[in-house]
């Protein structure tokens, strides 16, 4: 069935349909054996005259990968050549792992460093099936492999992004040493002299390299300079080479300013025609502390009998943002806001995303609402759907929100720290600034918005949705940059409240326009691979975590609730999100695997999302035509389902890249801040999580900035340890102290290596004050020199 989807694609993507399927369908038969461009040509009966046409075909379908030349000049599937498609990913050690387009037999390839060939982290690639191969190490051991190996045959496509690395000299060698160190190849540069660009490179001066033609496995490859971002590890130059690397813009375009510049930063009397008037309703927002952009708000009114109606208003960002005007290119170009740490890279420009779009406080806006009327049982009696006016009554913050859930004491929620976002004065009136009537009117309605949202949780949860919700690290940093602050966010009732009545929005919506057989972008989670399941829950069982039958949604619901009390808590999720399929978007109501939920779409963050977007643009066309609410002058935009596949396809490709950028922003920030932590005189002992223990040393995650080091064997030097047998322990052979999986310990950080993003960490002694060594003075040389990030690796040859 996959083959004949794949096939469908190719036949709806490219030129020349007929040949194209006669051929495939040729191709694909049992008896096919491969023929030459002439036999083929006979063989489907073509005549000279379409033999371009059919070349045409082949090169095209050659440059895909979807066919193969074997044995001179003869063609055939590549599965046929026991040959897979795919991106290959590295990892530091330099193996890979090639991630088919089609997993079929294999989901995954492992590829020995030495297999690889002139591949680079996340090209597309052919690779041929090694079969009934073992791994050197596994053959050393007399061990059997269950893994299955490739050797890459081709680069179909690369990445062609620009490396960014620092400049380093080995005697007249110039080269780069890559920030990602899964790029294992340092890469050769020109003398700096003669790059042509102002201001010249320095040493250790972190670059922009464009990678030039690599065709020598046993070479490194070349490239050339085109930009100087600054020192290396500065934030600046750390900052830019994010951008670069993943090819993001702070700025916009001058036509989409001046257009921006065109838009009242006021609703205008006119705008409010044939809207719904809430601007009498208490509403309010809640959301983080350092928040500039409001998206959503909610209104809650008390009705008799004790029923309850919550208005869910999402900004209306589609009155302002026209199909095919310069802002809309613009922002569907970007598909979704990038939020770095210390910075966002906004969709829209500030103007909108922070002014006329953001819900504000005391301030009309305008909305598009999803009202939901509930009994007093905390159960739905009525849906409806409007375009509304609000006026938002107070800005919360999630700590705010969380005070009135839990204090009965006004005075002690008027006593709440002061964001610093209030002390600007544009955000709204501190809570200290409000009598006792408005406290208590808000702590009211919060408490009432949480008794309906934890029924409406504790109801998707019994259905099955999968509590998914991880821990968060919120990065501050210091006026110049540097990462000053870590600290742990939790997902606690008051996300939950928000998350609840969004993840509701976002159904009603979806559920509305699919019966109404319009399309729409829908936001789906695929069923996840059975295999990688049964891997995981080997993995599992082997540290002693029972987890059941992982392709049944009860053992997993059952597992997700034992991490919650699980000391590896926070790693038993990751492994189970790693197991699982990406969310993405598509043009088609697939369902969503993780909410179990048939109909679902983004709707409730159009200034962050351009998805959510189209989905309002959509939705006025369902309130036109279902004439809900009230008519409409709002002009309406109609997509067709082709046109909504590619738009979804491509914002899928937009949120990985922008959720790469901002995992690499983490990583950074968090090397920054252990690198500044290690340059103290006295060191601050850190909360740690034993994860795992080799017979070299012990994994340790930290409680607070759930990052991840290593401890040395060697670093305990009050005994001599081993691993024990059943590989979940080391221990002393003289105290017979233990160190194992799930212990909590105290740890300090003793080395950060920015190149290879690892931090190694000492076991805490409580009963001393730990100084500051005094660090090495020695400079790193390149390669077989002793640079410790290439240790292992062959030296630059020019």
């Not at 080479?241 to 009397?269: G, W």
Request: hydrophobic share 35%; proline share 5%.
């Amino acid at each position: 069935m996959a083959g004949i989807i794949k096939r469908e694609k190719i036949v709806k993507d490219m030129p020349h349909s007929t040949i194209l399927e006669d051929l495939l369908c040729l191709m694909s038969k049992s008896k096919y054996v491969p023929l030459t461009m002439e036999q083929l040509l006979e063989t489907l009966e073509l005549d000279k005259k379409q033999k371009r046409e059919l070349e045409s075909v082949i090169n095209e379908l050659l440059d895909n990968g979807n066919i193969v030349r074997v044995k001179k000049d003869r063609y055939v599937l590549p599965k046929d050549a026991d040959l897979v498609c795919g991106v290959i990913k590295f990892r530091k050690s330099g193996a890979a792992v090639v991630i088919p387009d089609e997993p079929g037999e294999f989901p995954t390839l492992e590829v020995e460093p030495w297999d690889s060939g002139v591949a680079l982290h996340e090209d597309r690639v052919l690779a041929r099936v090694k079969k009934n191969y073992q791994s050197r190490k596994k053959r050393q051991r007399g061990g059997s492999d269950e893994n299955v190996y490739a050797k890459v045959v081709r680069i179909l496509k690369r990445t062609h992004r620009p490396i960014t690395g620092t400049l380093k000299k080995n005697r007249d060698i110039y080269f780069v040493i890559p920030d990602d160190p899964r790029i294992v190849q340092d890469v050769l540069v020109s003398n700096p002299k003669a790059s042509g660009i102002s201001p010249l490179p320095k040493l250790d001066e972190k670059v922009v390299v464009r990678l030039l033609e690599w065709e020598h496995r046993h070479l490194n490859p070349f490239g050339e300079i085109i930009s100087v971002l600054g020192a290396t590890h500065s934030p600046k130059a750390e900052f830019d080479a994010i951008l670069h690397k993943f090819n993001l813009d702070t700025t916009f375009p001058t036509h989409v300013l001046e257009e921006t510049e065109r838009i009242s930063q006021k609703v205008r009397p006119e705008d409010l025609a044939h809207r719904l008037d809430c601007r009498n309703l208490f509403t309010m927002t809640i959301d983080p502390d350092d928040a500039k952009d409001f998206d959503d708000a909610l209104s809650v009114e008390h009705l008799p009998k004790g029923d309850m109606r919550v208005g869910i208003h999402i900004a209306d960002v589609s009155s302002y943002v026209k199909p095919g005007s310069a802002l809309d290119k613009e922002a569907m170009r970007r598909g979704n806001s990038t939020y770095l740490v210390g910075t966002v890279i906004p969709m829209l420009p500030h103007a909108l995303s922070n002014g006329i779009c953001s819900l504000v406080e005391a301030e009309d806006r305008l909305t598009k609402c999803v009202f939901i009327t509930f009994n007093k049982e905390g159960r739905i009696k009525e849906t409806a759907f409007a375009n509304t006016v609000i006026r938002s009554n107070k800005r919360l913050t999630y700590k705010q929100a969380y005070a009135f859930m839990t204090k009965d004491s006004l005075e002690a929620i008027r006593n709440l720290p002061m964001p610093k976002a209030y002390q600007t004065g544009s955000t709204g009136r501190n809570l200290r600034d409000l009598d006792d009537d408005e406290l208590l009117t808000l702590q009211r309605n919060i408490k009432d918005l949480w008794n309906v949202a934890a029924h409406l949780r504790r109801a998707r949860m019994k259905a099955g949705s999968l509590e998914l919700d991880m821990p968060e690290v919120k990065i501050y940093v210091d006026e110049e940059g540097y990462a000053d602050r870590v600290e742990r966010v939790e997902n606690d009732e008051s996300h939950q409240l928000i998350e609840e009545f969004m993840l509701m929005a976002n159904e009603c919506v979806a559920k509305a326009i699919y019966d109404a057989k319009m399309p729409l972008i829908s936001r789906v989670h695929d069923e996840p691979d059975p295999e990688k399941l049964a891997e995981l829950g080997e993995t599992l069982l082997a540290h002693n975590i029972p987890c059941g039958n992982l392709n049944k949604r009860k053992s997993i619901t059952k597992l997700l609730e034992e991490a919650k009390k699980h000391p590896q808590g926070y790693s038993i999720k990751i492994q189970f999100l790693r197991s699982l399929k990406q969310a993405c978007y598509r043009a088609s109501a697939d369902g969503h695997y993780g909410l179990h939920k048939e109909h679902y779409t983004h709707f409730t963050s159009p200034i962050r999302r351009y998805s959510d977007l189209v989905v309002h643009r959509v939705f006025d066309a369902y309130l036109k035509n279902k004439r809900i609410a009230t008519a409409l002058t709002i002009e309406t935009r109609k997509y067709n389902l082709g046109e909504l596949e590619s738009m979804a396809q491509h914002l899928s490709i937009t949120e990985q890249n922008s959720t790469e950028a901002e995992r690499e922003s983490v990583k950074v920030k968090l090397l920054e801040f252990f690198e500044r932590e290690n340059q103290k005189a006295v060191k601050t002992p850190f909360r740690a999580i034993v994860t795992d223990v080799r017979n070299h040393g012990m994994f340790v995650e930290l409680s607070d900035s759930l990052a991840f080091g290593f401890i040395k064997i060697s670093s305990l030097k009050d005994d001599l340890y081993r691993l024990e047998s059943d590989g979940l322990a080391i221990v002393g052979r003289k105290t017979r102290k233990r160190f194992e999986v799930g212990q909590e310990i105290k740890v300090i950080v003793t080395k950060v290596d920015r190149f290879q993003r690892q931090m190694d960490f000492l076991v805490h002694d409580e009963g001393s004050v730990l100084q500051k060594k005094q660090p090495s003075r020695s400079v790193p040389s390149p390669k077989k020199g002793g640079n410790k990030r290439n240790r292992g690796r062959r030296a630059p040859k020019a």
